[in-house]
Nanobody, 128 residues
Framework: QVNLVESGGGSVQAGGSLRVSCVAS????????WGWFRQAPGKEREGVAA????????YYSDSAKGRFTISQDDVKNTVYLQMNSLKPQDTAMYYC?????????????????????WGRGTQVTVSS
């Protein structure tokens, strides 16, 4: 199995920045498809960003485009999400996830059901 551990969350003021990280351990041979999701109280889990390492494509929600950047380090089995210009609406628990089989694409990256492994999350709180 794959174990995922997020870090880097915290509390910031609106307009600030954070970078959250996710490290994979265990069977990491097929950790080539990563996603970042978030869930606020009373809300459904939503896709924020994803990266398909095999073809280099990245995907972002409309809210994240222009503000967030996903990147990865294959050697370290780590994925990052740089979040700039944070808004109170970004407040949520942020989760990383890995899809083991089947490439991410425009029509599936945003769906939690396509991912097999999940971290426990890291809290991001943005004050107004």
């Amino acid at each position: 199995q794959v174990n995922l551990v997020e870090s880097g969350g915290g509390s910031v003021q609106a307009g600030g920045s954070l970078r959250v990280s996710c490290v994979a351990s265990g069977d990491t041979i097929n950790t080539k498809r990563w996603g970042w999701f978030r869930q606020a109280p009373g809300k459904e889990r939503e896709g924020v960003a994803a990266i398909e390492i095999r073809d280099g494509n990245t995907y972002y929600s409309d809210s994240a485009k222009g503000r967030f950047t996903i990147s990865q380090d294959d050697v370290k089995n780590t994925v990052y999400l740089q979040m700039n210009s944070l808004k109170p609406q970004d407040t949520a628990m942020y989760y990383c996830a890995v899809k083991r089989y089947g490439w991410l694409a425009r029509n599936n990256w945003y769906s939690p059901n396509h991912f097999n492994y999940w971290g426990r999350g890291t809290q991001v709180t943005v004050s107004s």
